[in-house]
């Protein structure tokens, strides 16, 4: 079949996919951190006045989020900004979810192209043509959003604030570091004109004050890259040709900005418990343990990348080394990442510190261990060996696919929706709403004043005519 045929087809198959993905994502409810964090309230106020810390370093002052400006930033900006220019098309309360599944599904398909990217890189190939979009849609039912495997391997959340807090940043980090591993690819040294290098130093300074989750991902990245120019310096004939002067210097400067960020967590005033750091580390078996068992797509997908490893060792192609490599490096760097969660603090509704958002990193480095394993097999098995393999990956696919497909009856906006409609449309001031489901909110409200904020919200975002308060019972 002609090529561009494939490809048209695999771009086919994909698109269809993220639409159907902003359609899961355009019927589920808003979470309740959404209005705290973009009004914002007083206790998150504070970040967006001082992006970069000075209080924590010069007064040792501890508030909310820390070293979560940008993550903050965007997120109040998008939310301030995209509704009303939504409404321009549609009504005002369709905007909100219009806004909601537009962010989610947008950051599901850069997430998709660049893990192709990363992938067609590794193999050698180009990030365009049939090899690209074959590993994007192998990779695409992975990203599970309606049922029960979300729990578990879930990328981008059913809450959208943290869609932004976890999903967006970590495609940051790939963006940040896809220039540096290009060159690693091509193993030639990375030589970047100055205006990309100066974009390049900016997108590090957001990545930096974007979450400890990023911070976390580009320690271990640049732990890895030391090591390795450790290793070219005490065997130069082994040096690594990319770690150029410009890469090094670039690096260094991503690193002492980690390191700065890394220390302002530490005065976040969200991170008050009582658990001792021993006590955290007990918890790790347990949160693993649990995060395993709870449904079948992460043991599924282990038992895939087990079952790649070994035809790949027994598939002896050019490119066989470096596939290995690949393997061992998101092996360690997974593990590394798991060692260094405790330090991350403890949160109530994380009891066990692991949970899909958390485990997000440990997702994408396994994701990319699979599509680098799939790609070279796919290249180099033979006969029968390769349709077989290729029959369980389809498989694969089409079991993750299948148990996506589909809303979930149970959980989506069609309660919170008419409540805001009945807002909208109340003459008085306070208005009585049923207790049936939250509205913003992470359960229903009490009493009329704990919806001043929300209250707000929606006047802003043109829902209601004046600020109207509410309570649910």
């Known amino acids: 079949m002609n090529n561009r045929y494939v490809t048209g087809l695999l771009m086919g198959l994909v698109a269809l996919d993220l639409a ?37 370093l010069t007064k040792h002052e501890a508030y909310s989020a820390t070293n979560r400006f940008f993550a903050h930033a965007t997120m109040s900006l998008y939310w301030k900004v995209v509704p009303g220019l939504l409404q321009r098309v549609v009504a005002p309360i369709t905007s909100l979810y219009v806004a909601s599944a537009l962010f989610a599904t947008a950051t599901q398909a850069a997430l998709t192209l660049v893990l192709a990217s990363y992938v067609s890189r590794a193999g050698g190939e180009r990030a365009s043509g049939p090899g690209f979009w074959l590993v994007a849609a192998l990779l695409r039912p992975f990203f599970q959003t309606s049922t029960r495997l979300y729990e578990q391997i879930g990328v981008t959340d059913h809450a959208i604030t943290y869609t932004f807090f976890y999903a967006w ?12 591993f290009r060159a690693a690819c091509q193993q030639q040294p990375l030589r970047l004109p100055a205006w990309r290098a100066l974009l390049l130093g900016a997108l590090m300074v957001v990545v930096a004050f974007n ?44 690193g002492l900005l980690t390191l700065y960020s890394l220390y302002l967590g530490r005065y ?25 068992i709870i449904h079948a797509g992460l043991p599924l997908l282990l038992g895939a990348l087990l079952l790649s490893l070994w035809l790949v060792r027994r598939t002896a192609a050019p490119g066989q080394g470096q596939v290995l490599r690949w393997l061992g490096w998101s092996a ?26 958390t485990f997000l990193p440990v997702t994408l480095a396994l994701l990319l261990a699979y599509g680098v394993a799939v790609r070279y097999l796919l290249r180099h098995l033979a006969g029968g060996r390769r349709g077989a393999y290729l029959a369980v990956v389809l498989l694969f696919g089409a079991y993750l696919t299948g148990v ?3 809303v979930d009856p149970t959980y989506n906006h069609d309660c919170e929706r008419q409540a805001l409609a009945t807002l909208a449309q109340a003459p008085e001031p306070v208005v009585q709403l049923p207790a049936s489901c939250s509205v913003l909110a992470w359960g229903p409200l009490a009493t009329a004043p704990e919806s001043e904020r929300t209250a707000a919200m929606l006047y802003y975002w043109g829902i209601t005519p004046s600020p109207k308060l509410y309570f649910q019972q």
Not at 169 to 180: A, E, Q, R
Not at 272 to 288: C, F, I, K
Not at 334 to 357: H, I, N, Q, V
């Open 211 to 254: 979450g400890p989750l990023a911070g976390a991902v580009v320690a271990i990245v640049l732990v890895s890259v030391g090591g390795r120019w450790l290793w070219g310096w005490w065997q130069p004939s082994q040096r690594a040709r990319w770690l150029s002067g410009q890469a090094q210097g670039l690096l260094a400067v991503l």
């Open 332 to 357: 360690a760097a997974a593990a590394l990442y798991l060692l260094l969660l405790p330090l991350g603090g403890y949160r109530s509704y994380r009891p066990y510190l692991l949970r899909y958002d």
């Open 20 to 56: 159907f993905t902003f359609w899961q994502h355009y019927r589920l409810p808003l979470d309740g951190d959404l209005v705290a964090i973009v009004l914002p309230a007083p206790w998150y106020s504070q970040v967006l006045h001082a992006p970069f810390g000075w209080a924590v």
């Open 169 to 180: 940043p970590l495609l940051l980090v790939l963006v940040l570091f896809w220039p540096f």
């Open 268 to 292: 976040n005033s969200e991170n008050v418990h009582t658990h001792s750091l021993g006590e955290l580390y007990r918890l790790l078996p347990e949160g693993l343990a649990r995060l395993l």
């Open 404 to 406: 996506d497909f589909g």
